[in-house]
């Protein structure tokens, strides 16, 4: 038999379980929203070991690797899959994600073999002409996508589906495909399903899309999962409003999906539509998972404690330890010094100059002080200089500087710092969660 040509979806790899918790773990790091980046590139944290940068990079999760496909690119790869795997692989990779063990609802693997044996390879056609705001009719797709595998790699990790019919998402579940098509769905998974879909076809008849969501909820699935699902039985045709139908029936193009009963409606045709009197269509139902109506409901049983297997210890962040050498967390006051994460490799140093009551919320009148630390300073040494803005000096009122993750107090009744300006005539007042983002214009070294 001939060999398969590599595909594009091969470029998102498939990791043995006891190596994922470490790539998702040096993953979230790196692509924390705190982490600066250019256009093209990925920020590196000075503080990640080299030898973890070189381990990702062994296992095919290069930050800084991207995957350019134009549209026909794209569609011939998801349409050329369907040889390789088939609806009913699809199905039970995503029933087998349905016992929570292990990883979130994985909707994509059946949403993926959907549109692999129904997309028909088409050209880009857009009802707008500017490349910058195309999208394809047929599948959504712009003239280009660019994505990361490394990042789409931890997303899926940690939050299973992303939004149902998307393509670069459909790349992610084939990729993954091979390992999961080894994966038998558990008793718990099968129950969990029925129970789902009968519970669907019970409600009451003006149930609106959230409130099935809500009633999915409540059968033991977190809020996530609980969406996840709906949306992807949606999808595949078990819940439809006709004439808004799902996979499983025909294939929907991108712009009948993207039609909505009225700009409050937040979720895609058909599901957008459902409403609890159109209950399941059950034809589709029994074709994909054998479920029907009149079905016996098995027990739905908790999933039963289990040891899970041993796992490559996850690196511990930096700064762990120089955290717990600082001063109990309190509301500020005068003469504090706090230390504030920016970025993983970057804290900054705060002098609270005064306090005062606003609106029933204390503020801290603060401003950086010093220079950038690679990992959280646990003291001080006055006399301390302060640090202007770059068109001079520069402080803020922030409320609840103790609340914010990556803040500690440090040194307490400290001198005033030393400043060549006078203090600013005006004063912003906002959350000190905006503190990191507003010290980029203090510091030059964080656009490095």
């Known amino acids: 038999m001939a060999a398969h040509r590599a595909l594009p979806f091969q470029a998102f790899p498939s990791l043995a379980p006891e190596d994922v918790e470490r790539a998702v773990s040096l993953l979230e790091r790196i692509f924390s929203p705190r982490n600066p980046g250019g256009h093209n590139t990925v920020y590196i944290p000075k503080t990640l070991a080299a030898s973890d940068l070189d381990w990702l990079r062994g296992v095919g999760l290069d930050p800084n690797t991207s995957l350019r496909l134009t549209h026909d690119e794209a569609v011939a790869a ?7 795997y088939t609806i009913a692989e699809g199905v039970e990779a995503f ?5 929570n063990v292990g990883a979130p609802p994985h909707g994509c693997f059946l949403e993926a073999v959907l549109l692999a044996h129904g997309m028909p390879a088409h050209p ?3 009802p707008r002409e500017d490349p910058a705001t195309a999208w394809c009719r047929v599948c959504g797709l712009s003239p280009e996508l660019l994505v990361r595998p490394a990042s789409m790699f931890a997303q899926w990790q940690t939050g299973g589906s992303g939004i149902p019919g998307r393509i670069e998402w459909a790349l992610v579940a084939l990729g993954q495909l091979e390992s999961w098509k080894t994966r038998v769905p558990t008793p718990l998974a099968k129950a969990r399903l029925a129970h789902v879909v009968k519970v669907l076809d019970g409600l009451a008849p003006d149930t609106p899309p959230g409130g099935a969501f809500g009633a999915v909820q409540a059968l033991g699935l977190d809020k996530a999962a609980a969406r996840s699902i709906v949306e992807t039985l949606a999808f595949a045709g078990v819940l439809e409003a006709p004439p808004h139908e799902g996979m499983a029936t025909r294939f929907v193009s991108f712009a009948e999906r993207d039609q909505r009963p009225s700009v409050r409606v937040e979720v895609d045709a058909p599901l957008g539509f459902w409403r609890g009197r159109n209950g399941v269509q059950w034809t589709n139902a029994q074709t994909l998972f054998g479920l029907s109506r009149d079905m016996p409901l098995p027990p739905l049983e908790q999933p039963a404690a289990h040891t899970p297997a041993k796992k490559k210890a996850a690196p511990k962040k930096p700064g762990a330890a120089e955290r717990k050498k600082t001063l109990p967390r309190r509301p500020p006051a005068k003469g504090d010094v706090w230390a504030l994460r920016i970025r993983e490799d970057a804290w900054a140093l705060l002098y609270v100059w005064t306090v005062k009551e606003q609106a029933q919320r204390p503020y801290a009148r603060c401003e950086f002080i010093e220079t950038l630390s690679l990992e959280c300073p646990t003291s001080v ?12 000096r520069w402080q803020y009122w922030a409320s609840g500087l ?3 993750t990556g803040s500690a107090l440090i040194a307490e009744n ?9 203090v600013p005539e005006r004063l912003s007042h906002g959350g000190a969660k905006d503190l990191p983002w507003l010290a980029s214009s203090c510091f030059d070294s964080l656009d490095d």
């Not at 029933?95 to 016992?99: E, G, K, N």
């Not at 400290?414 to 006078?422: D, I, L, N, Q």
């Open 95 to 99: 029933v087998s994600s349905l016992d």
């Open 124 to 126: 880009m056609s857009s």
């Open 402 to 404: 103790e609340k914010v």
């Open 414 to 422: 400290v001198p005033e710092p030393t400043a060549k300006e006078p």
């Open 78 to 84: 998801v349409v050329a899959a369907r040889e390789r």
């Open 381 to 392: 040494t006055p006399p301390l200089t302060t640090r202007p803005r770059y068109d001079g």
